[in-house]
Structure formats: C-alpha cells, structure tokens
C-alpha cells in the first residue's frame, strides 16, 4: 500500500486524497486546521514549517505540495513553503509532487509546452519560477527526487472564488439568464483544467518510476468562454451572456481590493490565446483530459444543484 501525504485540502488537495484513498492508499492531509476528507487522516501542521512537514511526511513515499497562500501573501508565503517541502524530501526520502500553475511562463508566442522557457516578469510567476528552479537544483544535486505538475485555470464541482474564472462566478449569471463578466476578450482560446484530471496527473507523475525532474502538463481543453457561455444557453435552454470587464475597471479595483490588483497584473492571460500542450503527459503518463461535455455537464449540474459540499473524482 503507498503512502503519501498532501499539504493543502483545497479544491486539489481535497480532489486528490479522496482519488488516492479511493484506490487503497494511505494518505495523510496536512493543513493548518485539520480539515478532514473522507478516506483520509488529517493531521494539523505549517507546510512552512520543516519540522511539521518532517514529521507528518515520515514512511511517506510521496509528498504532495497543493497548499496555495492567497495571491496577495506569494512572495512571503512561499519561499519558506518550498524550503520546509525541501527539507522534508531530503530528510524522509519521499518523492515531491509539486501542484503548478503557468505563471512562471509568462505571456505565450503560441502554446506552452513543458519545454517553454520560464521567462515571466510578472511578481507572482517570478516566485513560482524561483521555487521550482530551487526544488529543481536540489533534485539535480540528488538531494531530492521531484516534479512538478502545471495546470491552467481550473474549473470543476465548487470551484469559487474571485480568481477562478470559470466558477461560480462565471456559471451562475449564465444559470440565471444574466450577463457573466469576465477577465479579458472571452472570443480568445483558453486551456481550462478539470479538478479530477489535475489529480489524476498528480498520481501519475508519483507513480512514473523514470521522469523525475521535470515537469508535466495537465491535459486540459481549451475552449473560448464566449462559445462556453453558447453551450451553457443551448444546453441548459437558459439565455446567459458574457461580456468583458473594462481594463481600467480592472485597474481601479486593483486600487482598494487587493486581490483584484494581482488579477489585473496577470490578465495578460486573457487578452492573447493562453493553451498549454499536454502531449508529452498523455503519450508518457497515459492521462487524458475527462471529455468536455462531460466535464461541463457536471460542473454546471454543480451550480444548478448546489450541496453543502462537492465531491469530485
């Protein structure tokens, strides 16, 4: 039986624990609460903190770092995060799955492969880079053996918030026959990643003896917002639309609302075609992305119906 421990019970975190419990492994969910998941044993801890992670980590054969501080608080929260994560492969011997994002690349010429160059100017994709090319250095040091997983913006059952741009905020106005207002030229192709097939790479860049070091993409479908909001309409016989928030709009609530600040910096990410190609992942780890209508059938039927929790496999 394999074990592992995740840093971070979040939408991912969460995702993952209950995908690897439901195939027989032991995980250990670390937070700072001890948030609990089915299938799982919480356990509270700071992922900043080596001596924590150390410790929840020990007879892990894996750790999986899914914990993301708030936008605002990256470049103080995360240096220490990747030091302690460090520290903990080093000392328990566990491989290290880092959760990714596509900030460090900054804005594309065309698809973002595993191989792009990390060339971002932007603060928060500076820190992502930094931290990977420490992981990165310590595995080539043979300190660590480690990977990390990138996704694009995720979507999927409970996805929220005023950084997720295909959530709540996107399907409800569209549900309710209103106007959904979105980040950026929503004609404009962009890759989105379903919550489970983020886990499932997750697992499968774990149980890939041969590519450590390196990093692999979620397989994801890239897919305009403005011909999401068509299928949305057509499907579900609602009459939604979409339109964009103006940049200066964007700008002056950077101004009083802090996170709307680090949304703007970013929002280059909508303004050009943002696709990342997943090749490598689906030929060398045989993930493939969970069929777009059935992805949009359940995250939708998640707004339509909504729980007081969502469970997503």
């Given at each position: 039986?394999?074990?592992?421990?995740?840093?971070?019970?979040?939408?991912?975190?969460?995702?993952?624990?209950?995908?690897?419990?439901?195939?027989?492994?032991?995980?250990?969910?670390?937070?700072?609460s001890g948030t609990t998941v089915p299938g799982a044993t919480p356990v509270k801890l700071d992922a900043s903190n080596p001596a924590?992670?150390?410790?929840?980590?020990?007879?892990?054969?894996?750790?999986?770092?899914?914990?993301?501080?708030?936008?605002?608080?990256?470049?103080?929260?995360?240096?220490?995060?990747?030091?302690?994560?460090?520290?903990?492969?080093?000392?328990?011997?566990?491989?290290?799955?880092?959760?990714?994002?596509?900030?460090?690349?900054?804005?594309?010429?065309g698809p973002m492969t595993e191989h792009s160059q990390l060339a971002t100017t932007e603060k928060k994709g500076l820190v992502r880079?930094?931290?990977?090319?420490?992981?990165?250095?310590?595995?080539?040091?043979?300190?660590?053996?480690?990977?990390?997983?990138?996704?694009?913006?995720?979507?999927?059952?409970?996805?929220?918030?005023?950084?997720?741009?295909?959530?709540?905020?996107?399907?409800?106005?569209?549900?309710?026959?209103?106007?959904?207002?979105?980040?950026?030229?929503?004609?404009?192709?962009?890759?989105?990643?379903?919550?489970?097939?983020?886990?499932?790479?997750?697992?499968?860049?774990?149980?890939?003896?041969?590519?450590?070091?390196?990093?692999?993409?979620?397989?994801?479908?890239?897919?305009?917002?403005?011909?999401?909001?068509?299928?949305?309409?057509?499907?579900?016989?609602?009459?939604?639309?979409?339109?964009p928030i103006p940049q200066w709009s964007l700008k002056a609530l950077g101004t009083v609302i802090p996170i709307m600040r680090e949304?703007?910096?970013?929002?280059?990410?909508?303004?050009?075609?943002?696709?990342?190609?997943?090749?490598?992942?689906?030929?060398?780890?045989?993930?493939?992305?969970?069929?777009?209508?059935?992805?949009?059938?359940?995250?939708?039927?998640?707004?339509?119906?909504?729980?007081?929790?969502?469970?997503?496999?």
């Amino acid at each position: 039986m394999a074990r592992h421990l995740i840093l971070g019970a979040g939408l991912v975190g969460g995702t993952l624990a209950r995908q690897l419990s439901a195939r027989g492994d032991q995980v250990t969910l670390g937070t700072r609460s001890g948030t609990t998941v089915p299938g799982a044993t919480p356990v509270k801890l700071d992922a900043s903190n080596p001596a924590d992670v150390t410790r929840a980590a020990r007879g892990a054969d894996t750790i999986f770092v899914c914990t993301n501080p708030p936008y605002t608080n990256w470049a103080a929260d995360w240096p220490p995060i990747f030091d302690a994560v460090i520290k903990s492969a080093r000392d328990s011997g566990a491989g290290l799955v880092l959760m990714g994002n596509l900030y460090a690349y900054g804005p594309p010429d065309g698809p973002m492969t595993e191989h792009s160059q990390l060339a971002t100017t932007e603060k928060k994709g500076l820190v992502r880079k930094a931290g990977w090319e420490k992981v990165l250095a310590a595995h080539e040091r043979g300190e660590i053996r480690a990977v990390e997983v990138r996704a694009s913006d995720y979507f999927g059952p409970g996805a929220a918030g005023m950084s997720t741009h295909l959530g709540g905020g996107f399907f409800q106005p569209l549900l309710a026959s209103k106007t959904a207002r979105v980040v950026g030229d929503p004609a404009l192709e962009h890759s989105w990643s379903f919550l489970p097939d983020i886990a499932a790479t997750l697992t499968a860049a774990a149980d890939h003896p041969g590519e450590w070091g390196r990093a692999w993409h979620v397989p994801s479908a890239s897919v305009p917002r403005s011909e999401i909001a068509r299928q949305v309409n057509e499907r579900w016989g609602v009459k939604g639309r979409v339109a964009p928030i103006p940049q200066w709009s964007l700008k002056a609530l950077g101004t009083v609302i802090p996170i709307m600040r680090e949304i703007s910096a970013s929002s280059y990410q909508f303004t050009m075609p943002f696709v990342i190609d997943s090749e490598e992942t689906r030929k060398m780890l045989g993930v493939k992305a969970t069929s777009w209508d059935q992805a949009l059938e359940v995250t939708v039927d998640s707004y339509r119906k909504p729980s007081a929790s969502h469970s997503v496999r």
